[in-house]
């Protein structure tokens, strides 16, 4: 049986970067299997794995529809030389659902449910009225929880609803941190079916990109829960862009790409000509 792991985790809190951090020091090869939720594989282009190793399943929200982009994606990745597999959910999957993969798909078995918090936006997150629901299931349905970007005490509402928490200082070696089964007896069978309704929407373009206006423009759109992909810049410096609730980053890269992003927000936005020309 190939042992498969849940990364699940709200829009933004670090589920690209944990696995990632997995897969470099790695010995034994893993299958990824990434939901992309949008058009842009762009959490896919961020995974770094070997050729062959990593599906993107990009037809929405694998909890909300068990697609048959995940089944056929299973059945070839049990064909490889691998020890085990990384399921990254959406930022708005229920976690069990996406588990039922695991429990039920033969040849598989659930090594556990991982759910990765942003220690800077949690306590907003479990206040906001569109999302505190699909939140909470997510901190209260997983096996374990890693705490990334957090320097103060454990929020006590966190540990309320989930106390199998783990800073992201406290993991030595992230290979040995889910190597060993950590499933928890527990199911939970009470989450909520229909988690708040969210638009994507993708912005690709040739023309340069003012990194600071396109800031100023996702800072006052609350609506926009989550951006992410690549820019290029007028002095055609490549940027990664990567924005949460917890605040916005652009990192220097080189990659080489016309400008790729995925919008994830409550409202749709509209990428015609006349809105992109405010990032020019």
Not at 66 to 83: F, M, R, V, Y
Not at 168 to 180: G, K, L, S
Not at 204 to 225: G, M
Not at 244 to 253: A, E, L, T
């Amino acid at each position: 049986m190939i042992p498969i792991t849940i990364v699940a985790g709200y829009l933004g809190a670090g589920k690209t970067t944990f696995i990632n951090k997995v897969l470099a020091e790695t010995k034994s090869p893993l299958g990824v299997l990434v939901n992309d939720f949008g058009d842009l594989a762009i959490d896919h282009d961020l995974i770094q794995n070997d050729d062959g190793l990593t599906y993107s399943l990009n037809n929405g929200c694998v909890c909300c529809k068990l697609n048959d982009d995940t089944g056929a994606a299973l059945e070839s990745i049990k064909n490889k030389d691998i020890s085990g597999v990384l399921l990254e959910a959406s930022g708005v999957a229920i976690p069990i659902k996406v588990a039922n993969y695991g429990l039920s798909w033969p040849g598989f078995s659930l090594n556990g449910i991982l759910s990765l918090v942003d220690g800077q936006s949690i306590e907003s997150l479990l206040d906001d009225k569109y999302v505190k629901t699909t939140v909470r299931d997510q901190l209260v349905q997983a096996d374990r929880i890693v705490l990334n970007r957090h320097k103060k005490n454990i929020p006590k509402r966190l540990l309320e609803l989930n106390s199998d928490i783990y800073t992201d200082r406290e993991i030595q070696n992230y290979p040995e941190f889910i190597q060993d089964s950590f499933l928890s007896e527990k199911r939970i069978d009470d989450f909520q079916e229909n988690h708040y309704a969210f638009k994507t929407s993708s912005l690709v373009s040739k023309e340069s990109i003012n990194k600071d206006k396109l800031k100023d423009f996702l800072s006052t759109n609350p609506h926009i829960h989550r951006a992410k992909g690549w820019i290029r810049d007028q002095q055609h410096q490549s940027w990664l862009v990567q924005m949460n609730k917890g605040g916005c980053k652009f990192i220097p890269c080189s990659y080489q790409t016309q400008n790729r992003m995925i919008f994830i927000s409550t409202e749709s936005i509209n990428f015609q000509s006349r809105l992109i020309n405010r990032f020019t």
